[in-house]
């Protein structure tokens, strides 16, 4: 069984003394975690998703053995960089995409092929405490920390989901704590943007532009990628398949399901494809009928 992979954050998450650990162990998915995510109830929100998703897929961060509460601090950069390392191990770095070019008078069918790897991650490391000097008379001193996704789960669900993570995140105002939303909301709107733009700036991030050329008309574009919304997307997209394979694995190898379940996705499909060469041959099918048939 792969025993998982080194990476490190481009952020990191904060111990208990305030240190940044940034090395995680991340293991591919298996069959059990294709098998629970087809099974949540359809209303979930991405981010719950996603918190439950890394839970079970990072092994490790530091030294210490990773909690859902801990994957709940990471920030947002964090969780996007985990995704597609995660979406690299369990379908291969190569992603391929088919565009159509944006030039009224081309409109021509693409391909943008590119490594995940080549995605470029701005890293900067974790503090526990960040601070923006407002100008004005006074000048104001806010300090704050960055969000998590937990902060997003749960400022999503507020009434105002802005106001909601900035109050979450402000930690204190001119050297006062302040606990609650009361400092966000003494603050003037300038200031809160202001405040926004500090936390993007301090946060890491993967980007999710791509430039793209049109091969037909040389025009250049720029085209977004998400790549949760890709993984996730790849995943839900495959589920027939993995239902086949889960029957055929257990239908001729009678194997017991957990044990199936236990296959990362690449050693299932390697699996599926001794048996149905097996089959192919046992049905005496030549190769070129394999291929006509398949
Ligand atoms: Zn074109």
Not at 1 to 29: A, I, Y
Not at 80 to 85: G, K, N, S, T
Not at 235 to 250: C, G, K, T
């Given at each position: 069984m792969s025993s998982g992979v080194l990476c490190t954050l481009p952020g990191g998450w904060l111990d208990r003394r305030g240190g940044c650990q940034r090395e995680v162990v991340l293991r591919p998915l298996r069959g059990g975690d294709e098998e629970w995510l087809y099974s949540l109830p359809p209303q979930t929100s991405q981010v719950s998703v996603l918190t439950m998703l890394l839970a079970r897929c990072v092994k490790r961060i530091g030294p210490y053995r990773a909690s859902r509460a801990m994957i709940r601090t990471l920030s947002m950069g964090?969780?996007?960089?985990?995704?597609?390392?995660?979406?690299?191990?369990?379908?291969?770095e190569r992603v391929e995409r088919v565009l159509v070019c944006p030039d009224a008078a081309c409109g021509a069918k693409m391909d943008l092929d590119f490594e995940l790897g080549q995605v470029p991650v701005e890293e900067r490391p974790r503090r526990p405490r960040y601070?923006?000097?407002?100008?004005?008379?006074?000048?104001?001193?806010?300090?704050?920390?960055?969000?998590?996704?937990g902060d997003v789960e749960a400022a999503s669900r507020a009434e105002d989901p802005e106001r909601a993570l900035l109050a979450r995140c402000v930690l204190d105002l001119d050297g006062k704590a302040t606990p609650g939303g009361d400092a966000v909301d003494a603050l003037p709107d300038a200031a809160r943007e202001a405040l926004d733009a500090a936390m993007e700036q301090a946060s890491p991030r993967v980007e999710d532009t791509l430039e793209a050329r049109c091969p037909e008309c040389g025009r250049e574009f720029p085209t977004t990628f998400d790549a949760t919304a890709s993984f996730l997307a790849s995943l839900y997209s495959q589920r027939h398949e993995f239902d086949r394979a889960v029957h055929l694995l257990s239908?001729?190898?009678?194997?017991?399901?957990?044990?199936?379940?236990?296959?990362?996705?690449?050693?299932?499909?390697?699996?599926?494809r001794l048996l149905r060469d097996a089959l192919d041959v046992g049905s005496g099918l030549s190769a070129r009928e394999r291929a006509e048939a398949s």
């Amino acid at each position: 069984m792969s025993s998982g992979v080194l990476c490190t954050l481009p952020g990191g998450w904060l111990d208990r003394r305030g240190g940044c650990q940034r090395e995680v162990v991340l293991r591919p998915l298996r069959g059990g975690d294709e098998e629970w995510l087809y099974s949540l109830p359809p209303q979930t929100s991405q981010v719950s998703v996603l918190t439950m998703l890394l839970a079970r897929c990072v092994k490790r961060i530091g030294p210490y053995r990773a909690s859902r509460a801990m994957i709940r601090t990471l920030s947002m950069g964090d969780c996007d960089f985990l995704v597609l390392r995660l979406h690299g191990l369990t379908f291969g770095e190569r992603v391929e995409r088919v565009l159509v070019c944006p030039d009224a008078a081309c409109g021509a069918k693409m391909d943008l092929d590119f490594e995940l790897g080549q995605v470029p991650v701005e890293e900067r490391p974790r503090r526990p405490r960040y601070t923006l000097r407002l100008e004005g008379s006074p000048a104001r001193e806010v300090g704050f920390r960055l969000p998590g996704l937990g902060d997003v789960e749960a400022a999503s669900r507020a009434e105002d989901p802005e106001r909601a993570l900035l109050a979450r995140c402000v930690l204190d105002l001119d050297g006062k704590a302040t606990p609650g939303g009361d400092a966000v909301d003494a603050l003037p709107d300038a200031a809160r943007e202001a405040l926004d733009a500090a936390m993007e700036q301090a946060s890491p991030r993967v980007e999710d532009t791509l430039e793209a050329r049109c091969p037909e008309c040389g025009r250049e574009f720029p085209t977004t990628f998400d790549a949760t919304a890709s993984f996730l997307a790849s995943l839900y997209s495959q589920r027939h398949e993995f239902d086949r394979a889960v029957h055929l694995l257990s239908f001729h190898y009678h194997w017991p399901l957990g044990e199936i379940l236990g296959l990362t996705r690449e050693r299932r499909r390697h699996y599926v494809r001794l048996l149905r060469d097996a089959l192919d041959v046992g049905s005496g099918l030549s190769a070129r009928e394999r291929a006509e048939a398949s």
